[in-house]
């Protein structure tokens, strides 16, 4: 070669004319070439997807291998048990539903939660600013008559007229401070009521013992109704 210098040019080993390589100068001696088969596995190479012994596999368990310390309660407190069915915060049991009640069972239940007041202590409290809530149907106030300075307030209407945020709220409904002495006819209907009215935040709602039938009993004032 003209102008190359002989030592800058490396000698291969010659091959013979088959293609084999010469064992004495190095050369590995393999055969012929074949043509490669498309999809056949070569011995040593990796293929995609396929498992490699010993390789660790995401999420799989590793025998042996300990468990990260964030995995396990920091105190030491076992984990809760968990229901094998459903949410574990619904796991207790509901309370029993109560039971009905008779409406003696249910007035006691009522009472006991305030005093109620006779009919002088009623004309007392009346004097004091006390509000005395007649709630009476028309046909007993014609009958027997009305007690002076009452309000008089039906039954059905009650709620209503003495919320003292109600937009249909009477004018002595001033406020939840307000004492108030609902009265019926005999002192039974009046202590629901009252029940009813403390719901509403009157908690200074009582009533009379004995109703108008006591009041008048005790001789104290009574109004003939208008037109009488």
């Not at 040019?9 to 010469?22: F, I, K, L, Q, R």
């Not at 001033?174 to 009265?183: A, E, F, M, T, Y």
Request: aromatic share 2%; charged share 20%.
């Amino acid at each position: 070669m003209s102008g190359v210098p002989e030592k800058a040019v490396a000698h291969a080993p010659e091959a013979d004319a088959s293609g084999v390589g010469s064992p004495e100068a190095g050369v590995p001696v393999r055969g012929p070439s074949a043509p490669a088969v498309p999809g056949a596995a070569v011995p040593g190479a990796a293929v995609p997807g396929a498992a490699v012994p010993g390789a660790a596999v995401p999420g799989a368990a590793v025998p042996g291998a300990s468990v990260p310390e964030h995995d396990a309660p920091k105190d030491g407190t076992p984990e809760p048990a968990v229901p094998e069915h459903g949410n574990p915060e619904r796991a207790a049991p509901e309370p029993p539903v109560p039971g009905p009640v008779g409406i003696d069972e249910l007035l006691e239940r009522v009472r006991a939660g305030y005093e109620r007041i006779g009919p002088a202590e009623a004309a007392e409290a009346a004097a004091a600013g006390a509000l005395l809530v007649d709630i009476r149907y028309a046909a007993l106030r014609e009958r027997d008559g009305l007690i002076p300075g009452a309000l008089v307030v039906e039954r059905n209407e009650l709620e209503w007229r003495l919320d003292p945020r109600g937009s249909h709220r009477a004018a002595e409904a001033v406020g939840h401070d307000l004492r108030i002495v609902v009265i019926c006819n005999e002192g039974y209907a009046s202590s629901l009521a009252v029940a009813s009215l403390r719901q509403l935040g009157l908690h200074r709602a009582t009533d009379l013992t004995g109703g108008f039938q006591a009041w008048r009993a005790a001789g104290l004032p009574v109004a003939s109704p208008p037109g009488a």
